[in-house]
């Protein structure tokens, strides 16, 4: 798992590289960083894990935290969340 913080062309706080994992550490390595972030603050997870997207899907419903948006970047999967 890799976290950094960025300040460049972005609205994230923090980014999580989850690209080269399978389900389901996308969504472990997503609750695990957003619990280092203060409520308002945003992280964006890249996952290419297909099931990541239904999978944050439920997970942002379950926990409150917001999805802000979500792209697509070829079998990639870009999203924005925001703490609760």
Do not use: Y
């Not at 460049?8 to 980014?15: F, G, I, M, S």
């Not at 944050?56 to 070829?74: F, K, P, Q």
Request: charged residues 20%; proline residues 5%; aromatic residues 2%.
């Amino acid at each position: 798992m890799t976290t950094t913080s960025i300040s460049t062309a972005t609205l994230a706080d923090e980014v999580l590289d989850s690209r080269e994992v399978s389900c389901p550490l996308p969504i472990i390595q997503t609750a695990q960083a957003i619990k280092n972030l203060s409520s308002g603050q945003t992280l964006l997870v890249m996952a290419s894990d297909p099931g990541f997207e239904p999978d944050i899907s439920a997970w942002s419903s379950r926990t409150g935290n917001l999805i802000v948006s979500t792209e697509r970047h070829g079998n990639e999967l870009h999203v924005l969340l925001r703490k609760a």
